[in-house]
Nanobody, 121 residues
Framework: QVQLVESGGGLVQSGGSLRLSCAAS????????MGWYRQAPGKQRELVAQ???????NYADSVKGRFTISRDNARKTVYLQMNSLKPEDTAVYYC???????????????WGQGTQVTVSS
């Protein structure tokens, strides 16, 4: 099993910043791509940013230039630095990872429980 735990969410005013963290644990053989998704009330979950094991990044157009995804492989942690936050960024943010557990050596998709980000105007 691979467990993902997000942290860093909260309430912030428009124009402010937050830094989200997601730490992986468990019987991990390796972690490949990691990413952040978000889901606002009444809307579908959408990709915010992703980063490959080699450091290649991809961002949703709505967050380009404002958000930065990074990872620390030694700590099995992925981060999302969010600057210039807007009310439309309000959502539950979920961490995602492609992980391989030691028992099966088969890649599976894992999700965190989510962390709330609320941006007030």
């Amino acid at each position: 099993q691979v467990q993902l735990v997000e942290s860093g969410g909260g309430l912030v005013q428009s124009g402010g910043s937050l830094r989200l963290s997601c730490a992986a644990s468990g019987s991990i053989f390796s972690i490949n791509a990691m990413g952040w998704y978000r889901q606002a009330p009444g809307k579908q979950r959408e990709l915010v940013a992703q980063i490959s094991s080699g450091g290649r990044t991809n961002y949703a157009d709505s967050v380009k230039g404002r958000f930065t995804i990074s990872r620390d492989n030694a700590r099995k942690t992925v981060y999302l630095q969010m600057n210039s936050l807007k009310p439309e960024d309000t959502a539950v943010y979920y961490c995602n990872a492609e992980g391989i557990v030691t028992t099966s050596l088969i890649q599976s998709d894992y999700w965190g429980q989510g962390t709330q980000v609320t941006v007030s105007s």
